[in-house]
């Protein structure tokens, strides 16, 4: 096999990894968006995106946008890949967010071999902040790749990740994001330990805000069971809500559970009458002043919620207020995000009262090494990482020898 990364060996988000059997079969694994909106552009392709269709399939690892972003520019000729429920995120939050949508998609099932000609691919459950992500086990010409897609081991489904790698075995090739190799922190918060950090801040005030995303869903656990310690009501934006019941498991909150309701913002009484009846009308009857009649609730938001938040404090629903933070610091540098914080203020979520609380949705050293541990692999090349070099040299200290410097567009022999 032959491997080239068409995009991500020196930036975070919107990698594109080419495999190419002996026999000239090629797939592609993830088609995403670029992080920094400065240089969001759509990759152009001969054979993905346009001409005629070279690339036999695309696997998709999980539902964040720098993954599956960009897959209704793919030619329709080609078959993409995409677990079911991965699935159901990614058409729910383009559908939010004004994005077209790929909808001939095939379904990608955990443990089940997927025969693309004479490439064999396998996707493993891993533990991410994406509901339901996936390694991808590659087999072909005698050959085995692991692309790791985003990982880690620190989140709710830990053990899980430590039962795929023992699954998966031995591979030649190790294709894995670097995310965390270039950052101070080696050890991250479990979800556990946010959970309890959580209750504390759940005790000292009344109303907490909770800007996190809506698909991170172990993080929505962790609130919902900070809420239920600390007998507050537990409310989600309609956005949430929708993503939260389409999941359909018991373990997560959707509105009608005990003491779970939902709010639906001012921006959406614009929405046309086909959109409230799909995704606004089931949640009506969630909708309940009650909610906030003791003034002890904790409630995700979004930025575009300011006039949501007006309108609770000209009710006096917000008297001891905070706002958690939990997402990457790098987002506060946004202007849409220093705005939201200043204009906050006038409703009593001052600066003191925010505050951060957050895990990494990456792998831990402590996770990386697991992978040689477990898989023992030949060869590892490094992607989605902010700078190769230093990745490359903090990486040789965990794998030795074995890590390969690779370049955008290497032809890489395996």
Known sequence: MDVRILKGTNQIGGCITEITSNKGTKIIIDFGEDLDDDKKEIPSIYGLTKGSSKYKAVFITHSHGDHIGLINYI???IDVYVEPISKKIYKLTNTFTHKKIRFNTKNMNFNEEIKVDDIKVTPYFVDHSAYNSSMLLIECDGKRILHTGDYRNHGLNGDRFIESLREIGNVDMLIIEGTTLTRKEKEYDSEETIKNKAVEIFEKYDQVFILQSSTNIDRIKDFYEA?????????????????????DDSTVPIPGDKSVYTWIPCKYNTKSINFKIKYIYPFLRFKKQGAYRYKKY????????????????????ITNPCLIYSMWEGYKEKESMKKFFHKIEEYGITKDRIINLHTSGHASIEAIRMLNDYLKPKE????????QQEAYKVSKEIFGNKVKVTFDLEKIEI
Do not use: G, P, Q, W
């Open 227 to 247: 809420s239920k310690h600390t007998n507050k009501n537990f409310i989600e934006d309609i956005f949430t809500a929708n993503i939260t019941k389409s999941l």
């Open 75 to 77: 030619l329709d000729t």
């Open 380 to 387: 590892i090349r490094i992607i989605h990482t902010e700078n």
């Open 298 to 317: 904790a409630m995700m938001i979004k930025t575009s919620m300011v006039e949501d938040i007006e309108k609770l404090f000209n009710k006096d629903y």
